[in-house]
């Protein structure tokens, strides 16, 4: 069974990174959301709405079967080991992307030895990130094109 | 099945490429090598030579069992769906190579819905290419950093 | 009355450029695309079929009214002056695109002290270039995405 | 009559800012240089003195007429369509900026329908910023090639 | 003489500022790692720490006789002219650390008249950073690839 | 005695050449301006004119008395070590240029165990080279500000 992980803070989950996972769906037998706590910033949302963000998201979007969203509290190399994935994969948009991911690939390759694909991001969603889409809803902009309808109803919730 | 392919023109192949295929192929439970005509320049070795290179190459690295060799004499996209590839992968250096193979990548999704990953080179390899690799032989310098012996032998046979 | 160039060589047209062209002919009050003869390199289609194609391209995707197509035989950073634009736009889509260009636009605002503004391509269409599309082509797959009806019927009839 | 938006922090404005728009109100009828709030982060000046330096560096370097200098306290898309801009323009050194300006162009694209024009650098500027320059004036060094001479003056009425 | 001067905040040295300064000495007449005290933010180590952590650094990978580390309190480019260095020298892995330290070195350039030279990082320690360093002997992860010995005792007696 | 070498098949030297030359004799004790035969493309000048031209065009900007200009045949790796040189130094502009040089970098120091160092373009030179100059030339544009006098001569000359 090939078996990938696709890591980060998702705080919050995008359309972009929906994307990308409804695609990885489509190209391993199953794939892993590992939503990390990321302790290095505050983050908007608990790691346990983040989770249920996603698993909002992807009801609301039409979720693939073969999909699961864990929670990872630890390394994301060590996480993906004890998951026994084939490999990480990363969205890329850009060179600049590119360099960051390359190190963090390289990081998880000499810690666990897991390997890290990249998959580049939809153009049409390239623009889309956490924290344009939170820097836009705390403008009053509208951000039904950068946020799943679940993630909305929670940023409307916590005001 | 989780199979992938990895094409290129490979003329000839080099001691990078090997490296992401053996890396490959412990991802994924096939790898298809795609031999292209690439018809467009005129190749140091013919279709058939290079599939041939690729096969030595392999065997005297240590084959994993899981590779095939394939010649592609069309478009890339439409024989990786002949295939009934999850998807294609190729590697990537750095930002550069990002850019022209996203393009690249673009293309293949639109003409036959086959999505591509990248992997990214090994460090140590990352200025091993085929023609920095036939420079330095026409130079005189030594290859064995860059070429399986194969290939080497076949240069030499070509003189 | 503010007037941008859009010069290329253009051989041939693609749908990427039209869709440049229709966004800056909504920004500038007169665009002028100026066909260069790009003696560099041996091209496709004749000065003059290029020029035509770009009109029957324009009328066949909805013309806007203040657009001109001038064939350029000398140097394009006269030609601006000549025809007294205020800059020369250029489309870019990516930072290899960019590094380039750069040094063109330093070069014509030496040569003729004309400004170059760069517009971010279209992200559906990003992966539209004229040497990817005639490559397709030749290969015999569908350009319907990539060229305007007019190009495809030129290929066609020069077979 | 074609309008520019020339938007930013502008905390405090440099050399290399008044470089652009001296070359923008070259490029178009009118340019409004649009000064945002920037709730995000502490500005080290408030937006009114932010405005008020912009004045009188113009007024320092020799205004061109068709400037004009307005805060901005929401969204930069929206104040852009409000003031009937043909484009927003933006400076760019390299692909960095591309990268990042290329993400807020499309948003800005998609919440009003604005186009965001790129304009390159002066190279003999393009290493002087705002965070530079109050680097270099907190650490005593000369700023006289990075500040106008009335942020100099208010730099050091701060102290 | 030739005196180059290696700049930085080392907070902590990693193993890749050690390989750059080991070949470093092997070009120049001497080398002089210099410390800065960067008072932008809050550092790990103080300043006479991070000058001592490189000392026994060199002591435990064997000191080339021709480095010497100082301590720089105030700005880069006026101590390496008060040291008289033939030019200053930065490791760099990839475009993004280029467009940065082309900025910086523009600034030394014309603050004290001194070059900047770039040394390319060697690839097997491109993804070497004190940042990930730390980051990652925070999650309990080995640093041994990344950390003097002297570093992650200094980091195991901080607890 | 610390010698740099500054390789490239000059073809012809420019201005942004000499530029570099000129600032790297103030940083090593000796600089050998190595002039490659580069047998892969036919050149417009032959190896000895290339040579000759270089010291003219030191003559006529004011030659440092530590330059020597002398012409390589074999691989630049080799030439450098006969020659005892402490490092390799190739000018750069941009990511493009460092993706390209870093490989080519790691190849000598692979062959030879050649270091190389990396010198920025001046940002007012960095748009010229030799391409952009002879294009500009056959077009009759001016080449004052890209090419030496005796270039410019050499080249109406060869009319």
Redesign the interface.
Known sequence: M?RAMFPGSFDPVTLGHVNLVR?LA????EVIVAVSQNA?KKPRFSLQERCDLWEQALAEQGRPSNVRILSCT??V??FAKENQV??L?KG?????D???E??????NL??AGV??????AE??L??V?SS?AL??YE????VE?YLPAAVIAALAKAR
Do not use: K
């Open positions: 090939r695609r489509a190209i391993f037998d290095a630890g390394l190399a060590t084939s490999a994969v890329i948009r850009n060179g600049e590119l360099a960051y390359q190190q963090i690939a390289r990081v000499d810690l390997e890290t694909l990249f998959l580049p153009p049409s390239a623009h990130s344009v820097h836009l403008m009053g902009a509208p094109g």
